[in-house]
């Protein structure tokens, strides 16, 4: 999986430790959402509006949704509820990864 290099932007807020685990729960919190769709059989458009109109109040949040979207779909879809299962954690805990290291 591609490194998500893209949580810098929301690991560099100006954070204490306790901040930054916030942040970096949000982060995993939305990218299992989002594989968890994509495992679903969702389509990207599908979510992208729906993301984008749920968010609309909040466009940074819309940015990076999208951008967890756009990595989710270049994973392959499975077909066993286990590699399912498992294909979510792995996202998330890449992104959340990511997160904490920045």
């Known amino acids: 999986m591609r490194t998500l290099a893209f949580i810098l932007i929301l690991a560099a807020l100006p954070a204490g430790a306790e901040d930054k685990q916030k942040i970096c729960s949000t982060v995993g919190d939305m990218a299992e959402n989002v594989m968890t769709h994509r495992q679903g059989g969702s389509k990207m458009s599908d979510m992208l509006r729906l993301y984008g109109e749920e968010l609309v109040a909040v466009p940074a949040a819309v940015e990076q949704i999208s951008k967890l979207t756009l990595l989710a779909f270049e994973q392959p879809l499975f077909s ?23």
């Open 80 to 102: 066993t509820e286990e590699s399912k299962r498992e294909a979510v954690i792995e996202f998330r805990n890449n992104a959340e990864l990511g997160c904490f290291k920045s």
